[in-house]
Nanobody, 127 residues
């Protein structure tokens, strides 16, 4: 049984920072773990992903240079978000157990249907 518990969301002013955490338990593939976000009426957008052992990181262009994804040795994944802007306002979800091929991660890390497990979401509001 895989459980993902997210925390760290909140309300901040523009140019502020937040750090999201995703504590994972249970057995799952660590080939690729990711953060997604979603606003009402829109599909989930891939924000960042990290490959097994933290070897590679992937980011959507709009957060490049502002967000950093990381993981520790205890199955916790983080998303450090700096220089936040109102367009970053969304519900943020962590996702694990990527079921795509390893060689396809670079091109498909941001495809929601390729992840088996999702957190409950944490709201980020930037004003």
């Amino acid at each position: 049984h895989v459980q993902l518990v997210e925390s760290g969301g909140g309300s901040v002013q523009a140019e502020g920072s937040l750090r999201l955490s995703c504590a994972a338990s249970g057995y799952f593939s660590k080939r690729c773990m990711a953060w997604f976000r979603q606003t009402p009426g829109k599909g989930r957008e891939g924000v960042a992903a990290i490959s097994s052992g933290g070897r590679y990181e992937y980011y959507v262009d709009s957060v490049m240079g502002r967000f950093t994804i990381s993981q520790d040795t205890k199955n916790t994944m983080y998303l450090q978000m700096n220089a936040l802007i109102p367009q970053d306002t969304a519900m943020y979800y962590c996702a694990v157990d990527y079921k795509g091929a390893k060689e396809d991660i670079e091109s498909s890390w941001d495809v929601p249907r390729l992840y088996n497990y999702w957190g409950q979401g944490t709201q980020v509001t930037v004003s």
